[in-house]
């Protein structure tokens, strides 16, 4: 961001909001920053007292948060209206009362109580003798005209409408077209001044004059034939006087009020005179292309008028078409479109053709100009000459494939021919639809291709095209899309199977083709498409089930096979449609909560859906169908002493990635290693683990769920209390709320599940956690964060292996809910946090986590953020 200095801020405080809210890391927290500041201005303006520079500050701050804060959020300024109509009122400089006005524009309801005191303010300021603040006045009028404004200020607003600044002059006569929008007496009053002010030497109150007369012909105030009498001699003399630059604008304003007349002859010989002499630059070619649209509206008029007008009218543009300036070129275009054919074309036999061949073959070559514009204005322009003209090109294309013409590696090569086929079929969508098949099947290329090539250009045209046509041409086209998908012989390339696929989820409730057709026709698709197609057509047959009393088995069928060869990705997508195609209620819950019926837009709820499902799941996972969650440690996994929780995690892992421990040969004198992560959870029922002799139990493989319930296990205890274990006593810990809990052990503390030599009995007060929210307070000047691709318990393992002290808090569970609470300690407790981080995960919907991390431990830190990054 610029310094403060050249940032244009009204103030420091402005310029640290701005500089805030451009670095927030997303729309959310935005909108929060923004939310908050207005809060502390309403606190502040409301309960202290400001001088006006401090309100004009604060209204300022007011009016970029409004305006800068997100869509579909709503800030309330109400509370502010009062303060911006005291500045509006007592404002020392015309700018402070600017503020307080623009304040009341942007903010102020139609019917709010302070209109009143708006509309008074505002006469006072008419009443005035400085003409920066009636123009101010007059501005804010313009803008936001109350409905009470006309009764108390019609009066002075008449006199103003000959006051000696044009500036005045000008904003009174718009400002009375204004508040003639919802009373069309007023203009009643001014008509005789309006039309006077057509003679003002001023253009810019010629050109407001000029405005109002057209409303008041529309409201029967003026005759067309009072007011064509006055345009014509206005028109004739700004284009004696287009010498003076600072008058030219004027006449394309004149000219386009002359369209709306039925030109005389009179004005036709002007007209021809502005075409055939007027000067080239600004405003030169706008004012030539307002004369051709004047003859465009009365072709008739000019045919019985000047039937050699042609000719001259061509002479006037012709220079335009061997121009390098582009804009030249669609000026020609434009101008020449507005012409009748048999004015130019030689298509009347009685009036010859005007062009010469070689300025017809360069229109010709203007089909393959590089601007879509030019080519759609030429073929537009072929179309109305002959149509035999555009049908044969188009021929062409076809014949040749569309690939063999020399823009063929462009961007827009497909744009091009389809470009044609919208503007030859006009209204017709049957046939349109048609020639897209045929076009799409010559250049798609086969559908077991490796790497099938879909063509972007192609998908948004067509999808677009179709989208913004009207309804007649929209359901001829889509009878037969539709219909061609349901063809049992059907094969379709990548391109058509994408346009097929997104009208079927868009236009589905309109299909004159039944749904399970539909969906047959684009199962019969996925064992030869690529795995991008294969996801766009599993998407769709997913919306089609939602309108299906029940799927075909054997369009279950080809999914399920399908999902036996697939990757992972598409083995999802197959899992996804076999559980909802039966439930189509799910399905249609779905929809409701699709923000549209397109395809994005449903995949979109589709994964909103899944996402809920998980973190509804989530904190309530059993250890006895979750080996992930079992891998996470002992009862103090969770922080709870309640047998119905367990921690948050994904989904199970598969049998070949769980962590297993192998037996263990006998204990030998070795120095004490680091702890494992202990975590904290809750006591599960004894009889979830088989009964075992107590010799086996050294020799069985023992898996992580295995050492999460081992706490519990009576044969562990008496395993401890065998006189064939040399293995001291492990500690005991009593816990106040859970008596039975000292005779207990936790393996999952430990080095390994026996110890080599006696531990230090460790007093209770000792063993107390420390509080979660107050450490990653005291840690606030130490922080990392970043996102990691791997899962949430994927992390959590890697952090285990750290062979540090780790205490885990679910997501559901305060502080900062949603997010999954670790803190990793030392064996041994150190002064200041020493060896101490502190980790929030926040798990998202791709199997993804944002991580955050607090340690002022450099070499602690340097290792956990090393993890993350390499996952």
Not at 353 to 372: C, F, K, N
Not at 742 to 759: G, H, N, W
Not at 766 to 791: H, M, Q, T, Y
């Amino acid at each position: 961001m610029e310094p403060f200095s050249s940032s244009g801020a009204m103030s420091r405080a402005h310029y640290a909001l701005v500089r805030k809210v451009e670095m927030a890391t997303s729309i959310h927290s935005a909108d929060a920053l923004l939310q908050t500041e207005v809060e502390a201005i309403q606190s502040r303006i409301v309960y202290s007292s400001l001088n006006l520079k401090q309100v004009k500050e604060s209204l300022i701050i007011l009016l970029y948060c409004s305006m800068t804060v997100s869509s579909g959020t709503s800030i309330d300024l109400e509370f502010a209206l009062p303060y911006a109509l005291s500045l509006a009122e007592a404002g020392p400089t015309v700018q402070d009362k600017r503020i307080g006005y623009l304040f009341c524009a942007e903010i102020m309801p139609k019917h709010h109580e302070l209109q009143l005191m708006l509309v008074n303010t505002l006469r006072k300021d008419l009443e005035r003798h400085e003409i920066p603040r009636i123009c101010l006045a007059l501005d804010s009028l313009l803008h936001f005209p109350p409905e009470d404004a006309a009764p108390a200020i019609q009066g002075r607003l008449y006199e103003l409408l000959s006051h000696p600044s044009p500036h005045i002059r000008k904003r009174a006569i718009l400002v009375h077209g204004e508040l003639a929008r919802s009373n069309n007496g007023i203009l009643k009053s001014i008509v005789q001044k309006t039309i006077k002010r057509l003679d003002d030497h001023d253009p810019t109150v010629v050109s407001a004059a000029l405005t109002v007369c057209e409303e008041m012909i529309t409201a029967n105030l003026i005759s067309t034939e009072q007011f064509h009498t006055l345009l014509t001699k206005l028109l004739q003399q700004y284009w004696q006087s287009r010498r003076d630059v600072s008058k030219r604008w004027l006449l394309t304003k004149l000219l386009r009020a002359m369209k709306l007349l039925k030109p005389s002859k009179e004005d036709y010989s002007i007209i021809l005179e502005i075409v055939q002499k007027a000067w080239t630059g600004p405003y030169g070619n706008a004012v030539k292309y307002r004369c051709f649209l004047i003859v465009a509206a009365n072709p008739d008029t000019l045919l019985s008028t000047y039937p050699e007008s042609g000719s001259k009218f061509i002479q006037g543009i012709r220079q335009f078409l061997t121009s390098q300036d582009v804009n030249d070129v669609y000026t020609f275009l434009c101008c020449l479109e507005c012409l009748e054919p048999r004015l130019w074309a030689g298509t009347s036999p009685k009036i010859p053709a005007v062009l010469d061949g070689w300025e017809v073959e360069r229109i010709m070559h203007l089909l393959e100009s590089p601007d879509s514009i030019i080519r759609k204005k030429t073929i537009r322009i072929l179309l109305r000459v002959d149509r035999a003209i555009v049908e044969t090109y188009f021929k062409q294309m076809a014949s040749n494939g569309f690939t063999a013409l020399p823009w063929n590696q462009s961007s827009d090569a497909l744009r091009r021919p389809l470009e044609i086929m919208e503007l030859l079929n006009g209204e017709d969508g049957e046939n349109y639809a048609q020639q897209v098949v045929q076009m799409l099947e010559s250049v798609d290329g086969d559908l077991s291709h490796d790497k099938p090539k879909i063509h972007q250009e192609a998908v948004e045209e067509i999808l677009t095209y179709i989208r913004n046509a009207p309804v007649d041409f929209r359901s001829g086209c889509l009878g037969v899309l539709f219909t061609v998908l349901g063809q049992e012989q059907s094969q379709f390339g990548p391109t058509l199977l994408t346009i097929l696929s997104a009208l079927v989820c868009e236009y589905l409730e309109t299909s004159p083709v039944p749904p399970i057709d539909l969906q047959r026709g684009l199962s019969r698709m996925l064992v030869r498409s690529s795995a991008g197609i294969q996801d766009v057509c599993l998407l769709t047959m997913l919306r089609v089930a939602a309108n299906c009393d029940e799927v075909p088995t054997d369009v279950i069928a080809t999914v399920r096979k399908l999902q036996e060869s697939g990757g992972r990705h598409i083995r999802r997508r197959c899992e996804q449609f076999t559980s909802l195609a039966v439930s189509a209620s799910t399905l249609r819950s779905i929809l409701a909560q699709a923000k549209s019926s397109s395809l994005p837009d449903f995949l979109v709820a589709l994964e909103a859906h899944y996402a809920t499902q998980r973190q509804t799941r989530s904190p309530k996972l059993s250890s006895a169908n979750s080996p992930r969650l079992s891998s996470l440690g002992s009862p103090k996994l969770s922080g709870l002493s309640s047998p119905d929780e367990r921690p948050s995690s994904r989904a199970s892992q598969s049998g070949s990635k769980q962590l297993r421990y192998a037996a263990y040969d006998a204990p030998k004198p070795t120095p004490r290693l680091r702890r494992l992560s202990s975590g904290s959870s809750t006591s599960t029922s004894h009889s979830d683990i088989p009964h075992r002799g107590s010799e086996d139990v050294l020799a069985r493989t023992l898996t992580p769920g295995d050492l999460a319930l081992a706490s519990g296990n009576t044969e562990l205890r008496e395993l401890g209390k065998s006189p064939r274990n040399t293995t001291p006593l492990l500690p005991v810990v009593r816990v106040a709320d859970e008596p039975d809990l000292a005779s207990r052990v936790d393996l999952i503390t430990l080095d390994s599940p026996f110890i080599s030599e006696p531990p230090l009995m460790t007093s209770i007060s000792s063993l107390i956690e420390p509080d979660f929210e107050k450490v990653w307070d005291e840690l606030a000047n130490a922080n990392a964060r970043g996102w990691c691709e791997s899962p949430i318990d994927v992390m959590v393992r890697k952090l285990q292996g750290m062979q540090r002290q780790m205490r885990v808090t679910p997501a559901d569970q305060p502080p900062y809910q949603g997010d999954l609470k670790i803190m990793i300690s030392p064996s041994i407790p150190q002064d200041g946090y020493t060896g101490v981080a502190l980790l929030r995960l926040r798990e998202s919907e791709d199997d993804s986590c944002l991580w955050h991390l607090r340690c002022k431990d450099e070499i602690l830190r340097t290792s956990i953020k090393s993890l993350f990054s390499g996952s």
